[in-house]
C-alpha cells in the first residue's frame, strides 16, 4: 500500500507564491508517475503537473510559465513551486502516484488565492 501525505497549502495574495510537498511511504514502484491535480468547488478534478520517475514533466497549459513541478527519487517527495498565482488557483490540490498497477492519492491540501 502507498499513502501519500501533501503539505505547504495556505492563503496566499494574488500575485504570491507558495510551495506544496507531498511524501510518498509504503511499497513504491521505481517505475511511476508523481504529480498534482486540483479540484475547485463545483469543478471537476484537473491536472495541473505530473512528472515520471526519468524526470519528465506535463503542465496543465494554466501552468506553464508560473508553476515548476521536481521530484526528490530518493526521498519519493514531489514538489510544487507555484508563483504570479491567481484567485482562479484557488482549489484543494491533490497529490497522485501512479503506476502500471495502481493510482493513489493524498488527502488534498486547500490553496486560497486571495484578489
Known amino acids: 500500500q502507498v499513502q501519500l501525505v501533501e503539505s505547504g497549502g495556505g492563503l496566499v495574495q494574488a500575485g504570491g507564491s507558495l510551495s506544496l510537498s507531498c511524501a510518498a511511504s509504503?511499497?513504491?514502484?521505481?517505475?511511476?508517475?508523481m504529480g498534482w491535480y486540483r479540484q475547485a468547488p463545483g469543478k471537476q478534478r484537473e491536472l495541473v503537473a505530473t512528472i515520471n520517475s526519468g524526470g519528465r514533466t506535463n503542465y496543465a497549459d494554466s501552468a506553464k510559465g508560473r508553476f515548476t513541478i521536481s521530484r526528490d527519487n530518493a526521498k519519493n517527495m514531489v514538489y510544487l513551486q507555484m508563483n504570479s498565482l491567481k484567485p482562479e488557483d484557488t482549489a484543494v490540490y491533490y497529490c497522485?502516484?501512479?503506476?502500471?498497477?495502481?493510482?493513489?492519492w493524498g488527502q488534498g491540501t486547500q490553496v486560497t488565492v486571495s484578489s
Open positions: 509504503g511499497s513504491i514502484s521505481s517505475y511511476n508517475s
Open positions: 497522485n502516484l501512479a503506476t502500471i498497477m495502481a493510482n493513489y
